[in-house]
């Protein structure tokens, strides 16, 4: 009696209660916002043609959705927290419904912008509170294996998004690839009216707490380390795109084949780098990190090459696979007394990451070409990945 008490008193349910269709319909939305966020990487030269605008401009829908997400990953737990969290969880996936709606329908960049505005309020609130309404839906003993699940759909959307993005935009024009997002979320709005139950607000997070874990050397170092590799990542994905038309001259069912083999190796990269991150956070985001670098490096040198650029990309997808489950645990256990508002903080980073590979990609792309993402991807990563072999976590676990 008195252990499930001690483990209700730390967030978690009773040992013997775990709502997995409440983590289940987390997974799904979490697969639909990230399936949205990641599609214009494989329509962004269809995107900016139909626009009228550069491929670099058009990949500032990336930056958008990042820099919103920014702001609220922390702001959103904080302004709503006198809110019952099923009310708030449903709320956002409605404004990933809206989202799609309007990406549907825009008929210029400025539009485009709004709807990538609202996926970026929707992305930052959603991941900021999954950790903490996990813990609320299964027992302590089972939160590893429930977050497992809910970045799974990660994985699955990193799969799935780019190749059936890129394969509807060349049969139906890319807006089709956001018609079948929309009807995504809306079933995913279904299944959480049904599956989450009423959550009242318990933790009420304010911003002091914000201020006291950036007050901590190892929670900076994990966001620094955020900022460099994930800037570099999305640097060069967010642009690969350009590069197989211009530099490697691939057709668009051969683009779409790769981007199915880059999400299937991170499908595959998410259950490897969790096996690493169970027994060294710092290896899971080293490992990952200097794999990409490398391939940057590759295609830097030799992207004209079909064969490189298909096995490059693929490793890419299962390299990247490291990260999310890697700065997940690092960042937990960082700041182990204050999971929510460290979980708000590192997605707040990751858009900022994303933001700033998206810009300084596409600023790269328009001045030096289509590889400028991987080099801009190359020098982040590597700084990034040499900063966690340095001072990132070395604790020993069993």
């Not at 999971?339 to 990451?353: I, N, S, Y």
Request: glycine share 12%; aromatic share 8%.
């Amino acid at each position: 009696m008195h252990s499930a008490s001690s483990v209700e008193s730390r967030g978690f349910p009773s040992p013997d209660s775990a709502n997995w269709i409440g983590i289940a319909s987390l997974a799904l939305g979490v697969f639909g916002l990230v399936t949205a966020e990641f599609l214009p990487a494989s329509l962004l030269t269809a995107m900016a043609t139909d626009l009228g605008i550069s491929d670099g401009a058009a990949g500032q829908a990336v930056t958008a959705t990042a820099i919103v997400g920014a702001i609220a990953a922390p702001t959103i737990p904080v302004v709503t927290r006198n809110f019952d969290r099923k009310r708030v969880i449903i709320a956002l996936t409605l404004l990933l419904v809206l989202s799609n709606v309007l990406a549907v329908t825009a008929a210029n960049l400025p539009v485009l912008l709004v709807s990538r505005v609202m996926l970026g309020v929707a992305l930052g609130g959603f991941w900021s509170m999954a950790a903490a309404l996990a813990m609320r839906l299964v027992p302590e003993k089972l939160f590893a294996r429930a977050m497992s699940a809910i970045l799974t759909g990660v994985s699955v959307a990193t799969v799935c998004a780019a190749p059936i993005g890129a394969y509807m935009g060349n049969l139906w024009g890319w807006r089709s690839a956001f018609v079948a997002a929309g009807v995504l979320s809306v079933i995913t709005l279904a299944v959480q009216v049904v599956a989450i139950p009423k959550l009242p607000p318990r933790d009420h997070p304010n911003l002091k707490v914000l201020f006291e874990l950036l007050g901590r050397g190892d929670v900076r170092v994990a966001l620094l380390a955020v900022l460099l590799v994930i800037s570099g990542h999305f640097a060069g994905f967010t642009y690969i795109r350009p590069l197989m038309e211009n530099v490697t001259h691939l057709s668009v069912n051969t683009i779409s084949a790769i981007l199915l083999g880059y999400g299937v190796g991170g499908f595959l990269g998410n259950f490897v780098g969790g096996f690493i991150a169970e027994r060294s956070e710092r290896y899971a985001v080293v490992c990952g990190g200097a794999l990409i670098a490398v391939l940057a490096v590759t295609l830097w040198v030799a992207g004209s090459s079909a064969v490189v650029a298909a096995v490059a990309i693929t490793l890419w997808g299962f390299a990247f696979g490291a990260f999310p489950v890697g700065f997940q645990t690092w960042i937990v256990r960082a700041a182990p007394d204050h999971a929510e508002g460290a979980g708000g903080l590192l997605v707040a980073a990751f858009q900022v990451a994303i933001a700033s590979g998206a810009i300084g990609g596409g600023v790269m792309v328009d001045h030096v070409g289509a590889l400028g993402g991987p080099i801009f991807a190359a020098i982040a990563l590597t700084l990034g990945t040499l900063l966690t072999l340095r001072y990132g976590p070395r604790a020993v676990r069993a």
